[in-house]
């Protein structure tokens, strides 16, 4: 988490988690896992429906999900998933 998406997640910048390797685990399915495990501050920042709001830009390895599926990408062993916020209050 970066440029203050952090704050969400009990100020914690960097996780390493392990999912159930029973199951195939796309973007959506790790975002209701986040909301119902490690969100721990106003979801409505973070999330809008199914999905991170606007304003949260989502890098799968360095790559913009938007060029790679979005919320249909299936997450690889050791995938680094960064989520910046872009949103600040003036």
Same mark, same amino acid.
């Given at each position: 988490?970066? =440029?203050? =998406?952090?704050?969400?997640? @009990?100020?914690?910048? #960097?996780?390493?988690?392990? %999912?159930? &390797?029973? !199951?195939?685990? $796309?973007? =959506?399915?790790? /975002?209701?896992?986040?909301? =119902?495990?490690?969100? $721990?501050?106003?979801?409505? +920042?973070? /999330? !809008?429906?199914? $999905?991170?709001?606007?304003?949260? +830009?989502? %890098? ?7 060029? +790679? &599926? ?5 997450? !690889? ?7 910046? #916020?872009? +949103?600040? @209050? &003036?």
């Amino acid at each position: 988490y970066s =440029a203050g =998406a952090e704050l969400l997640f @009990g100020n914690i910048k #960097s996780r390493q988690i392990s %999912l159930d &390797g029973k !199951q195939k685990w $796309t973007i =959506a399915n790790l /975002l209701k896992w986040m909301h =119902a495990n490690i969100l $721990t501050e106003r979801p409505e +920042l973070f /999330l !809008q429906g199914d $999905t991170v709001r606007p304003g949260i +830009l989502v %890098l799968i390895n360095d790559t913009d999900w938007e060029l +790679l &599926g979005e919320l249909e990408y299936e997450l !690889q062993p050791n995938d680094n998933v960064l989520f910046i #916020s872009t +949103l600040h @209050g &003036g």
